[in-house]
């Protein structure tokens, strides 16, 4: 499914949000200036790109700098004495549920190798991470389902290790690091997220696998954060109070 975006709209949080990680990756290329000067460089030339206007981009240039900055202080701290940085790398791992063939897929921000030989996955958010609770709850698995990936040498490049860390980064006005782990009954290790995170995944493909079930567009309204075009086509405006004109919002 792809919709078409409005003419004169202003800039949503998808496209912002790839251009910045874009802006991070270039930063990290072999050859290119590591200072804070040549990041607010790539952020203005990527947020330009995906159509931010000059005067907006002008109006935070000083609040992108403060980010810039912290980023920095960040970017020095971390171990990446193991190996070559890793940044938007590919990786999948091959499963047969109910029968039939099933591809998990996933691409990690930033890979990590400490000196130990261990794996930090990092991924850089634009607006706020989902925390330990998220985890815990089944709500979000992107990370627990990223480590499983590495822990099993799906990924490009990478050769299977033990995952050490998985390190939310949240590059924006606040912002704001921290690892998964050790809070509100979600285990500290990597590897156990992974194996429950596996669990799950593959009870839920296969109920889906089912003929009889249901492919809801908001099944957890709560964590919409804008709509994803499917509110349109289950005509959502029509019975539930949490969308306007058949479109999502901020539910």
């Known amino acids: 499914l792809s919709s078409i975006d409005a003419l004169n709209d202003e800039l949503g949080p998808a496209p912002r949000g790839t251009a910045i990680h874009r802006a991070l990756e270039l930063f990290e290329e072999d050859g290119n200036p590591k200072t804070a000067e040549h990041l607010m460089g790539l952020l ?23 980010t810039v900055d912290w980023f920095m202080v960040w970017r020095s ?43 930090v996955i990092v991924d850089f958010k634009t607006g706020s991470p989902p ?14 389902l990223q480590a499983l990936i590495a822990q099993k040498g799906g990924y490009d490049g990478v050769p299977a290790a033990r995952v050490d860390q998985l390190h939310y ?4 006005a606040k912002p704001d690091a921290f690892s998964l782990g050790g809070k509100h009954n979600l285990p500290t290790e990597p590897a156990d997220m ?58």
């Open 44 to 66: 203005r030339q990527e947020l330009l790109r995906v159509g931010e206007p000059g005067d907006a981009w002008a109006a935070r240039e000083a609040v992108w700098r403060r």
């Open 77 to 119: 701290q971390r171990d990446t004495s193991g190996g070559k940085l890793k940044q938007e790398v590919k990786g999948s791992i091959e499963y047969s549920v109910a029968g039939q063939p099933f591809t998990l897929s996933a691409t990690a921000d930033r890979i990590e190798q400490t000196a130990r030989g261990d794996l």
């Open 131 to 144: 925390r330990d609770k998220e985890v815990a709850t089944g709500l979000s698995q992107q990370m627990p």
């Open 169 to 172: 980064v949240a590059f924006k």
């Open 194 to 251: 992974a194996t429950m995170a596996e669990d799950g995944l593959l009870r839920l493909i296969e109920a889906y696998r089912e003929p009889s079930s249901k492919f809801l567009s908001a099944p957890r309204v709560k964590f919409v954060k804008y709509d994803n075009g499917y509110n349109l086509l289950a005509r959502r405006a029509e019975w539930a109070g949490d969308t306007e004109d058949g479109e999502g919002g901020d539910a």
